[in-house]
């Protein structure tokens, strides 16, 4: 079974609307962590947020949040505000406890804001 | 400011012709992964180094060997290159001991052309 899944290959979104980006999750360890990364077309993966499995309140970085349903295994990414700078592949990804170093990714999602 | 450096950023090399990739990292983190990325694709793991214990995925080919020397320093040598290696390779850290909150730290990546 996949760890992660995210089943919107492309999305398109209007300039300074919000956009959701779906991740779901699979995992039996209590202990874990979720990660969502942007990938420009230059190549480079940078880190956007974090939820810990033990967090009791949805994760927020700027623009960022993640709205995390536990129960369901989901960890979806909300941008606000979008900005064509938001055009990208976003990356979903897991960390579990027992695992140790391991990240498991999704497939992705490229995000195309139009102006 | 501390980060993931991979030289060079785009690498040609010709079929079956060895080839080398570079990567350092000023975080101090223990463990450093190198991963293989196609066009329109997740980051597939070759092997990760948790300090200079080796750690190999089970489907990386032969074909990819990797040396860490000391903490900051990775390489990922590339025996016998096939048209099927071009891809971007992709450079991370992460601090292990902090459990599964701790994130990656990406490079900027090296293109390989096999020509």
């Known amino acids: 079974a996949q760890k992660i899944t995210q089943t919107q290959p492309g999305m398109f979104v209007q300039e300074k609307e919000a956009v959701t980006l779906d991740c779901t999750y699979d995992?039996?360890?209590?202990?874990?962590?979720l990660f969502w990364y942007k990938q420009p077309s230059s190549g480079e993966m940078i880190f956007l947020i974090y939820?810990?499995?033990?967090?009791?309140q949805n994760a927020t970085e700027g623009r960022y949040s993640l709205n995390f349903q536990k129960a369901r295994k989901s960890a979806n990414l909300v941008i606000s505000a979008s900005q064509l700078g938001d055009s990208a592949m976003y990356f979903c990804?897991?960390?579990?406890?027992?695992?140790?170093?391991?990240?498991?990714f999704g497939t992705g999602t490229s995000l195309t804001v139009i102006p | 400011d501390a980060m993931v450096i991979q030289n060079p950023r785009y690498q040609v090399t010709q079929f079956g012709k060895p080839v080398t990739l570079s990567c350092s990292q000023t975080?101090?983190?223990?463990?450093m992964y190198w991963y293989q990325q196609k066009s329109s694709q997740a980051p597939k793991l070759l092997f990760h180094?948790?300090?200079?214990?080796?750690?190999n995925e089970a489907d990386t080919p032969d074909n990819f060997q990797s040396r860490r020397p000391n903490t900051s320093f990775c390489f990922l040598d590339i025996r016998s290159p096939g048209l099927g290696d071009a891809a971007m390779y992709l450079c991370?850290?992460?601090?292990?001991?902090?459990?599964?909150?701790?994130?990656?730290?990406f490079g900027p990546g090296t293109r390989l052309l096999v020509l």
């Open positions: 991370a850290t992460s601090r292990a001991g902090g459990g599964a909150r701790e994130t990656q730290y």
């Open positions: 995992t039996s360890d209590p202990s874990y962590g």
């Open positions: 939820q810990g499995s033990y967090d009791q």
């Open positions: 990804a897991m960390r579990e406890e027992g695992t140790g170093n391991q990240f498991y």
């Open positions: 975080l101090n983190h223990n463990v």
């Open positions: 180094y948790y300090d200079k214990d080796f750690n």
